[in-house]
């Protein structure tokens, strides 16, 4: 089980901005920020409340592209995440739809962040 994913970016505004802005149809919110003050860099996290789980901190080297797939608790979701991204910044890495391929149920969608990863959100069926 994955307690927390991090990830470095260079521009921290506008992936904080795109991450608030992708993640909101999913239950996300930001719950944690910390500054450059406290820690030495500006980290923020995000989750559904109470724990954040996914993480973003300004750094110079970002990590190589990732690809992280989050719950959607529907369809519909999937669909809001995929045009929030987009509306955000994001690039289409490929739109709302079936995924068989994966499995039978397996409905999902893919962007690309301003640092380059491929992210996801992924409904599995009810």
Do not use: C, Q
Request: proline share 9%; charged share 20%; net charge negative.
């Amino acid at each position: 089980m994955i307690d927390h994913l991090s990830l470095v970016v260079r521009d921290f505004a506008r992936a904080r901005a795109f991450y608030a802005a992708a993640l909101a149809p999913l239950g996300y919110v930001v719950l944690r920020e910390f500054s450059v003050a406290s820690v030495g860099r500006d980290i923020v996290g995000f989750g559904v409340p109470p724990k954040p789980d996914f993480w973003i901190a300004a750094g110079d080297d970002p990590t190589s592209p990732l690809h992280i797939a989050f719950r959607a608790e529907s369809r519909s979701d999937v669909d809001a995440f995929h045009a929030a991204a987009l509306s955000a910044g994001g690039g289409d890495n490929g739109p709302p739809g079936l995924r068989p391929h994966y499995h039978p149920d397996y409905y999902g969608a893919f962007v690309i962040d301003p640092a380059g990863h491929n992210i996801e959100a992924v409904h599995h069926g009810d």
